[in-house]
């Protein structure tokens, strides 16, 4: 797996690139000057060609949503392409077409070439081999994952589909996922958490030694990691935990459900689910996304606060605070952040 990337990192509020361009504007605007005081005619196009930049750099610089790496290395080119222009009509009278053209091109190849080293762009070039560790998920389809935890919610199963949505991306980054749904009755392996929905739990029984020891049979890798998922006590061995500890492999376990159905009228607001970026680099905006979840308390304003945290965990400077209107859902809201990393 590679990826190629070409990223502009030096960006601050005023930048060099910002004084450039203010530097040209100058300049286009003595030019005009001095040709008023000296007499000079000056035609429409050649006032379009002093005031229209000049405008152009005037709205860019004061508004700070513009002020952006990708508008500034273009519109720093066309700018000092437009001042090498204005100097070299100035020079019919001395100079051919013929030689005002070709130095005009040499002077735009080198602004091509130096305008982008203002911003120092860095190239990244990045490569990781295809997981191919095994990670193997087993879904229980007893009957009662057939039964919704909150009244008028999402059946078990169906809850186990959308826990393994979120981060289903991730798995894949680091894992080789498998699916295994087990019942008493039958067997079978998908390869996505949405075909978890369209399942029917009928399972007469929750057989937990057996769905193991297949998965096992799957799976040879000493490094294989083995999730089993489900809401009940296995009834159908006698002594689970003797027969799971003589496979010596670990299994981890996710419970699903509640013994009682959790009331409908629970009050409950929590963060579910932090997703940061894979990689944040000094002084460059990155994305922090939190997904909320909530009962009882739609249409509730709540807010959600970001912050950086010291040695002991304590929060530094001022947080960003965002406003979530809140809608109680099985898969949460998301909120997002932007973060500029001041330091490494």
């Not at 049979?217 to 006698?238: C, H, M, P, Q, Y």
């Not at 935990?241 to 009050?267: M, W």
Request: aromatic share 6%.
């Amino acid at each position: 797996m590679t990826h190629w990337a070409l990223d502009i990192d030096r960006q601050t509020d005023w930048d060099l690139w910002c004084w450039v361009c203010l530097l040209a504007a100058g300049v286009l605007i003595f030019h005009w000057v001095v040709g008023r005081l000296t007499g000079a005619r000056r035609s429409w196009a050649s006032a379009g060609l002093c005031w229209v930049p000049v405008g152009i750099t005037a709205l860019l610089l004061s508004v700070p949503t513009l002020r952006m790496p990708v508008i500034g290395v273009v519109w720093t080119t066309l700018l000092l392409l437009i001042v090498s222009y204005s100097q070299y009509i100035e020079l019919r009278s001395k100079l051919s077409s013929r030689r005002i053209a070709i130095l005009l091109s040499l002077r735009a190849v080198a602004l091509v070439l130096a305008v982008p080293m203002l911003f120092e762009p860095v190239l990244r070039f990045t490569t990781r081999k295809d997981p191919d560790r095994p990670l193997m998920l087993i879904v229980d389809a007893s009957g009662s994952m057939s039964v919704p935890d909150v009244q008028n919610g999402p059946t078990r199963m169906q809850s186990v589909s959308q826990a393994l949505n979120g981060p289903w991306k991730a798995m894949t980054e680091r894992f080789k996922p498998q699916i295994l749904v087990f019942s008493a009755s039958s067997d079978q392996s998908i390869t996505r958490p949405q075909q978890l929905a369209a399942i029917s739990p009928d399972g007469q029984s929750t057989d937990i030694v057996s769905a193991v020891a297949k998965a096992l049979a799957t799976i040879k890798r000493d490094d294989a990691e083995i999730v089993l998922f489900s809401d009940g006590i296995d009834n159908a061995s006698a002594d689970v935990v003797a027969a799971i500890r003589a496979s010596r492999r670990p299994v981890h376990t996710v419970l699903v459900g509640s013994e009682s159905a959790q009331p409908s009228a629970l009050v409950n607001v929590a963060v579910d689910r932090v997703e940061p970026g894979d990689e944040w680099t000094v002084r460059s905006a990155a994305t922090i996304k939190a997904t909320i979840k909530s009962a009882s308390l739609g249409g509730r304003v709540v807010d959600v606060n970001f912050s950086e945290v010291d040695e002991q965990g304590r929060p530094t400077g001022s947080p960003i605070q965002n406003k979530l209107v809140l809608e109680p859902s099985p898969g949460g809201q998301e909120v997002t952040f932007e973060f500029t990393p001041a330091r490494t």
